[in-house]
């Protein structure tokens, strides 16, 4: 099933040894999400110029302004950065852009979009190579008394998703929450997560997650691995079932299954 999904790579700059990359921030007028053709517009001033785009993206406000920010490429191009800058400028429902210099040459980055925002929260990025430290390497050094704060730290995140964000943004449905729990825990990369059963007379649940971050980390450790994220999903299921709950990992990647499988129990 893995197989089936492309993996979405975030970044808000190009690195292109070597390439003559520049960037262009692009504030919009509140109107123009609304509006056909506003992307078209400057997707087709740089292809009439011959102007490869390299990387585009755009930070939606419903409410306000929206921001976006495009890379191209001028290796290849003798038109000036500032002509294009002005180009953009002059556009309909484009209220502002900023001219993206590299920082040396080949790298280029957005250094105007800041915070990250995951729908109305602040969020932050933690690469493999770092949250290993924490899930994976000072695990191994504390041991079980380790492995039990990780699972208490995910119950608390259960909690508070399932408090202040699930539930506020789609009430008491039972389907509705359910459905925005898969959604948002593929959306922030946990993993792609399938609920294959849900008893709610019996308040029990079978949760599926393929990819599991937590998990890789421990391919070929020949038993269940997951805490944090075990955790988790009892803090969640305590709140989705009004009752605490025990959550088993019967199926692990870590030893070898094609997913990981949680058993959740209402005690």
């Known amino acids: 099933m893995i197989d089936k999904h492309a993996p979405f790579r975030f970044q808000l700059y190009v690195n292109a040894a070597g390439r003559q990359v520049i960037g262009f921030h692009i504030i919009f007028d509140p109107r123009a999400i609304y509006r056909a053709g506003v992307l078209e517009q400057i997707t087709r001033a740089f292809a ?8 585009y993206a755009v930070s939606h406000d419903l409410e306000g302004s929206s921001h976006g920010v495009v890379f191209v490429d001028l290796t ?18 484009v ?8 920082i040396f040459n080949g790298f280029v980055y957005d250094q105007y979009f800041f915070p990250l925002m995951i729908g109305e929260e602040r969020g932050i990025i933690f690469l493999q190579r770092e949250y290993e430290v924490f899930a994976k390497r000072i695990r191994e050094e504390l041991g079980s008394g380790f492995s039990a704060i990780l699972y208490l730290l995910g119950h608390d995140i259960g909690v ?9 943004l789609v009430g008491w449905d039972a389907e509705k929450l359910v459905k925005v729990s898969e959604a948002l825990f593929q959306h922030l990369g946990f993993g792609i997560m399938k609920t294959i059963k849900l008893d709610m007379d019996r308040r029990e649940a079978i949760i599926r997650i393929y990819g599991c971050f937590e998990c890789e980390l421990y391919k ?5 691995s997951s805490h944090l994220v075990r955790g988790m999903i009892a803090g969640w299921f305590s709140q989705f079932f009004k009752s605490e709950v025990s959550v088993i990992e019967s199926k692990c990647i870590a030893k070898g299954d094609p997913y990981c499988e949680f058993l959740v129990k209402s005690k």
């Open 160 to 168: 508070n998703v399932f408090q202040k964000g699930h539930r506020r």
């Open 48 to 55: 009439s110029r011959g102007i490869p785009i390299i990387h």
């Open 95 to 102: 209220l502002d852009v900023k001219l993206l210099n590299p």
């Open 220 to 224: 070929r450790s020949k038993k269940p």
């Open 76 to 93: 290849d191009s003798d038109i000036e950065a500032e002509d294009l800058l002005m180009v953009l400028k002059n556009m309909p429902y």
